[in-house]
């Protein structure tokens, strides 16, 4: 298949993500000028030489845009060997491509498709999705539904690809396809409004109106995962499962200039606190976390065991993990973070993704009067228990750490509270009675 091999060699490493997956539904999501749809041509293209007699559809919500966009950018790239007549791509294998728009959806019905591309998908429907997936039975092709799509916030795709995970999503910007684009586009897409760069250069899908951090961005504050240093100080912090029945703990470390990074995540539902204890210790591995800190309603005794009162973190104790109460004051701890993001000193790893997601959902919801009467913002109290343990976190007042080149001395065993004691010198807290 030389257009096959062709092709391949000109994707960038998205495109060659999108056009090779074998999963039954497939998203691209990218900016401006990324190259999505001619990821989605190629893969239409490469449908129709790989299996004869196919039957593929390319649908667009508007007629006009599929004909002054869509058909066009066809022409520019297969149209020397694959021209439209019609609406309708004839290859020599038997195969055809079919060009729709939206209102062309329903006069479908009995068509047995090998393959369907949605083209500029959020301007759709999810029925039109689920629509389309029912057309997909002829032998002929993968029976893969494909979408490529703008960022749109959290629409009906990113619930199905983000939360469902129905199937492979993957996601690009304008930087990847640079060495494709014209030496100022990228120039000219960072005049625009710094909300519009997040959603349309860099690729955001942030929901901009009541956030509580706004300031916080994947461009700015999300990296890549990396090996950290073992002289790094390490701590967790948790919204524990007092009421909700939820446990969400994140991992911190911070660096020699007090950059603080969240590494890894847990979120589990309606487990025993045994098996959130085991798992939270087998996450950590051989970390050696000094503090595990957690919301102070963790330490309310409110719990009877053999005529016994206890709370959870008697429960976390007796299975290897012992907790230090968090400070709670959500309106101090929403600014503290707030200024971490601000000054660039909280950090979080791309593998943590129910948080970043949530950082995005966490919003302000409508004045509420306090006891005495007047009217104050609160956040949200829906599913924010992975953000609370980030305000545990930060306010835990993290130190920066420091790499002690004096001679390492090897610690035994028995010996973890010298090695406790030692760390807690380190930071300054010489008042520990010891």
Not at 104 to 111: F, T, Y
Not at 200 to 220: C, H, K, N, Q
Not at 406 to 413: A, D, F, I, L
């Amino acid at each position: 298949m030389p257009q096959l091999l062709e092709r391949q060699r000109e994707l960038n490493y998205p495109q060659d993500k999108f056009v090779f997956c074998k999963n039954e539904f497939v998203c691209i999501k990218g900016t401006f000028g990324c190259g999505k749809s001619l990821a989605g041509l190629i893969t239409a293209n490469i449908e129709c030489e790989t299996y004869p007699g196919n039957l593929y559809i390319v649908i667009r919500k508007e007629y006009i845009d599929l004909k002054n966009s869509t058909m066009r950018d066809w022409e520019t790239e297969f149209g020397d060997k694959y021209p439209i007549i019609g609406n309708e791509v004839r290859y020599p294998n038997g195969s055809v491509l079919l060009f729709l728009h939206g209102e062309d959806i329903n006069s479908i019905k009995n068509i047995n498709a090998g393959g369907c591309l949605m083209i500029q998908a959020e301007e759709m429907t999810e029925d039109d999705f689920w629509f389309l997936k029912g057309r997909l039975r002829r032998k002929e092709g993968t029976r893969q539904l494909r979408l490529e799509c703008n960022y749109d916030g959290h629409n009906w795709i990113y619930k199905l690809f983000n939360d469902r995970k129905i199937g492979a999503l993957i996601t690009t910007n304008t930087f990847d396809n640079e060495k494709n684009l014209p030496p100022d586009y990228i120039p000219g897409l960072m005049k625009l409004p710094q909300k519009l760069q997040e959603r349309y250069l860099y690729g955001s899908d942030a929901e901009m109106e009541g956030v509580i951090w706004p300031m916080f961005t994947e461009r700015d504050h999300v990296v890549q995962p990396f090996d950290i240093p073992k002289h790094w100080h390490r701590f967790t912090a948790s919204d524990t499962p007092v009421a909700s029945g939820v446990q969400a703990t994140l991992w911190f470390a911070v660096d020699e200039e007090g950059v603080c990074y969240v590494y890894n995540e847990y979120y589990a539902k309606d487990k025993l606190i045994s098996e959130h204890c085991k798992d939270l210790l087998l996450i950590s591995g051989d970390d050696f976390i000094p503090e595990w800190y957690a919301d102070t309603s963790a330490f309310n005794k409110t719990r009877e065991k053999e005529g016994q009162l206890y709370s959870i973190a008697d429960e976390f104790r007796d299975f290897g993990i012992t907790l230090l109460k968090s400070e709670k004051d959500v309106y101090a701890g929403i600014n503290r973070v707030g200024e971490y993001w601000q000054g660039g000193k909280l950090k979080v790893f791309k593998n943590c993704g129910k948080l970043i997601e949530n950082i995005f959902q966490y919003r302000w919801a409508d004045l509420k009067p306090t006891s005495k009467g007047e009217q104050k913002l609160v956040p949200y109290r829906v599913d924010t228990h992975i953000v609370e343990a980030l305000r545990y976190g930060i306010m835990s007042r993290p130190y920066v750490s420091v790499l002690d080149t004096t001679p390492k001395t090897e610690y035994h065993s028995t010996d973890w509270w010298d090695k406790y004691r030692d760390s807690v010198y380190k930071r300054g807290n010489i008042g520990l009675n010891v």
